[in-house]
């Protein structure tokens, strides 16, 4: 993947990010198929499992060796995949089990402010008035395309949508850690020794395979779920889930998390509803509204004011 930068800004990242996140809308309901097949955990691994065979053949392409990483490093990435991975896959799991998909979904809606925040806090990265403007904004426009869909429906606040904010934030500590593990010093400075976004993205998604993959074998779930029927059609959804929303996704959203920050980065994560409802509307015939275009409308000037430079 070649990206080519002008400053701290990839000419082409901002179109890598909207391609991501029509993906991970389109997953949105391959998930739904997936999950009474295969199970909450097994989907995981399995999904799991083909991304991070995808990631090992990038990080052997790259330099036609396997990335040398320390003892500190691995650490590291094992801490991060903890959470972006293996935690994050835990919580949102046993938060879509308790709660309704509208609290879910607008919940999911506060990753930009989540990010927003603690970069502030861990790496001291300012949130201007225009930045709170677009935060606002996107969310605003999030919240009405959510609502505004036929079966949305808001239940009480309680343990699942715990779950779901539990998912959102360790999403978003993984990758301020990451950001701090890949970015290079500023001019002038000492650099410390950044990893490469490749190597990093293999080795977290490895380690957190392998946390899933332990927590499968010992709670004994089986996969697939008793008296599922597995079809070649689910098989080719589960892999395809697995290749691109999960592999070539992380690649690319790691990679912008280095470049851009995560703060920045996270904004386009206003664009997964709306593309899933797109989606949803072309495939499954939804009726689309003037909320919807409105909503639409809202997310691209948040977007637009909150990643301006």
Same mark, same amino acid.
């Given at each position: ?10 000419? *082409? ?10 993906? +991970? *809308? ?38 036609? %060796? ?99 904010? *539990? ?40 380690a957190g395979l392998a946390?899933?993959?332990? !927590? ?28 691109? %929303? ?12 280095v470049l851009l920050g995560? %703060? !920045? ?26 909320? !919807?275009?409105?909503?639409? %409308? ?5 977007? +637009?004011? *909150?990643?301006?430079?």
């Amino acid at each position: 993947m070649s990206l080519q930068v002008d400053g701290r800004r990839p000419a *082409g990242m901002r179109w890598l990010l909207l391609a991501t996140m029509a993906t +991970w *809308g389109l997953n949105l309901p391959v998930m739904k198929l997936l999950l009474p097949v295969f199970g909450t955990l097994g989907t995981s691994v399995l999904r799991m499992t083909c991304g991070c065979a995808l990631f090992s053949m990038v990080a052997w392409w790259s330099r036609r %060796a396997w990335p040398r990483l320390t003892a500190r490093q691995w650490g590291a990435l094992a801490l991060c995949g903890g959470m972006m991975v293996y935690a994050n896959q835990i919580c949102l799991m046993q938060g879509m089990r308790r709660t309704t998909a509208t609290n879910a979904s607008l919940i999911m809606a506060l990753n930009p402010l989540l990010s927003s925040l603690l970069a502030a806090a861990a790496l001291g990265v300012p949130i201007t008035g225009v930045r709170w403007l677009g935060l606002a904004l996107g969310f605003g426009g999030v919240a009405l395309v959510i609502l505004h869909r036929p079966d949305a429906a808001l239940g009480g606040g309680g343990l699942g949508d715990l779950f779901v904010l *539990g998912a959102v934030a360790t999403w978003v500590a993984g990758g301020v850690m990451l950001q701090r593990l890949c970015r290079p010093g500023a001019a002038g400075e000492a650099a410390p020794r950044a990893m490469d976004t490749t190597d990093a993205s293999w080795g977290l998604n490895l380690a957190g395979l392998a946390m899933l993959a332990l !927590h499968l074998a010992l709670s004994g779930e089986a996969v697939p779920a008793p008296g599922a029927t597995v079809t070649w059609g689910l098989v080719a959804l589960l892999v395809a889930s697995g290749l691109l %929303a999960t592999a070539v996704g992380g690649l690319v959203w790691n990679r912008a998390v280095v470049l851009l920050g995560v %703060a !920045h980065t996270s904004l386009y994560v206003y664009w997964v509803p709306i593309f899933g409802i797109t989606f949803s509307t072309l495939l499954l015939g939804e009726p689309l509204t003037l909320w !919807h275009l409105l909503g639409l %409308a809202m997310v691209l000037g948040g977007t +637009w004011l *909150g990643t301006r430079r």
